[in-house]
C-alpha cells in the first residue's frame, strides 16, 4: 500500500471574495469548483486548481468569519506551489513585488531553489522550483503565462513539538519513507523530509520539529488540512481498515462526491486525510465551465435555494 503524493490542501480565509480574487487574478489559478462545506453549508468551499482540475494542484478553502491564525505548534506550516525552472521563479519575484505582495529573495532550501511569500490573511507559500518533472496543465485563461503557471502543490511543510510518534505514523502505517533532514530555514528546528510513491516534490511530507514554538490556534490564513492521493475507493477501503488495525481513530469512508475521502489525526494533531483521485470535478459539470456555477452534490441539490441565500456574492 502507497500513497501517491499530495491530493489536495484546504485552509481557511474569513474573506471569500478577496480571495477568490487573489487566488484566480493574482497567482492565476482555476477556480475549478464553487461549493460548499458539506458539513456546513453556509460556508463556501473554493476550490482552486490547474486547468484540468487534476489531482495534486487542487489548493482549496473554507469561509469561515474566524480571526486570523496564532501561528505555533503543531500546525500545517507552509504550502508548497511547484514551478519549472529558474526563469519560472525570476518572473514570480517580479510579479509579486508588480502586484504589491511581500515575497523572499530566491534561496536555496533543501537543495532547491525556492521564494517565500504570504497570501493577503497570511497564509505561508513556497514556490519551488521542480526542474520540470511530470506533466502539467496550464490554464489557458489565466492572467500567468503557461510555462510560469504553477505545476501543483508540494511540498507541504507541518509542524510538530515532537517527532517520535508522527514518525511511526508515517513510516509504519502510511508507508512513507524518510529520506534526509535539513535545518528549518526559519532558524526553528530541524525539518524531516518523507516521501511516498515515485518521491519528488510533489509527494514529499516535510515534518520540521519545533517544540520552541507557542501553541498554534487555527483562524483565517491558516491550513485546516493536508490530503494525500490514493487511486480509487477500493484504495480508500483498504486504508480504512489499515488504520483500523492499527487502532488509530478515522472517520471511515466519506463520500464527498468528487472523491471519497478518509480523515484521521496525526499523534500531534494535525489533521490528515486520504482521498481519491476520482471521479473528478467534471463529474458535475463540463470541464470548460467548471467554477462558473454554485455546486451542489445530489444530497444537497434539494436545498439549493435556501443554501444560494444564505451565501455572499463572490464578485
Do not use: C
Request: no cysteine.
Amino acid at each position: 500500500m502507497q500513497l501517491t503524493g499530495i491530493h489536495h490542501l484546504t485552509a481557511i480565509t474569513a474573506d471569500a471574495p478577496a480571495n477568490k480574487r487573489f487566488y484566480t487574478e493574482t497567482l492565476g489559478l482555476r477556480l475549478v469548483k464553487k461549493t460548499v462545506n458539506q458539513d456546513d453549508t453556509s460556508a463556501y468551499h473554493l476550490f482552486y486548481a490547474d486547468g484540468a482540475a487534476t489531482p495534486g494542484t487542487d489548493l482549496t478553502f473554507f469561509d469561515w468569519p474566524l480571526e486570523r491564525e496564532r501561528r505555533g505548534t503543531p500546525s500545517i506550516s507552509r504550502t508548497g506551489l511547484r514551478v519549472s525552472g529558474e526563469d519560472s521563479l525570476n518572473y514570480w519575484i517580479a510579479r509579486l513585488e508588480d502586484l504589491g505582495v511581500a515575497a523572499e529573495p530566491i534561496r536555496m532550501i533543501d537543495g532547491r531553489a525556492a521564494i517565500d511569500f504570504e497570501d493577503p490573511e497570511g497564509q505561508r507559500f513556497r514556490i519551488v522550483n521542480d526542474g520540470g518533472a511530470g506533466r502539467s496543465h496550464p490554464w489557458d485563461r489565466s492572467p500567468v503565462p503557461q510555462e510560469h503557471q504553477f505545476r501543483g502543490l508540494g511540498p507541504i511543510t507541518i509542524s510538530v513539538p515532537k517527532l517520535e510518534m508522527t514518525d511511526a505514523l508515517l513510516t509504519r502505517v502510511l508507508n512513507m519513507k524518510e529520506d534526509r533532514q535539513y535545518v528549518s530555514p526559519d532558524g526553528h528546528g530541524e525539518v524531516h523530509v518523507y516521501s511516498m510513491g515515485d518521491g519528488g516534490p510533489a509527494a514529499e511530507l516535510h515534518v520540521a520539529v519545533q517544540p520552541g514554538l507557542p501553541m498554534a490556534r487555527q483562524g483565517a490564513g491558516a491550513v485546516h488540512h493536508v490530503a494525500f492521493r490514493t487511486p480509487n475507493v477500493e484504495a480508500i477501503r483498504d486504508w480504512a481498515a489499515r488504520l483500523s488495525e492499527f487502532r488509530i481513530p478515522s472517520s471511515g469512508e466519506v463520500e464527498r462526491y468528487y472523491f471519497r475521502s478518509l480523515y484521521f489525526r496525526e499523534p500531534n494533531g494535525n489533521l490528515f486525510e486520504i482521498a481519491t483521485d476520482g471521479p473528478g470535478f467534471a463529474v458535475d459539470e463540463p470541464l470548460q465551465s467548471l467554477g462558473e456555477r454554485l455546486a451542489l452534490p445530489p444530497f444537497l441539490e434539494s436545498r439549493r435555494a435556501s443554501i444560494e441565500a444564505g451565501l455572499q456574492p463572490l464578485d
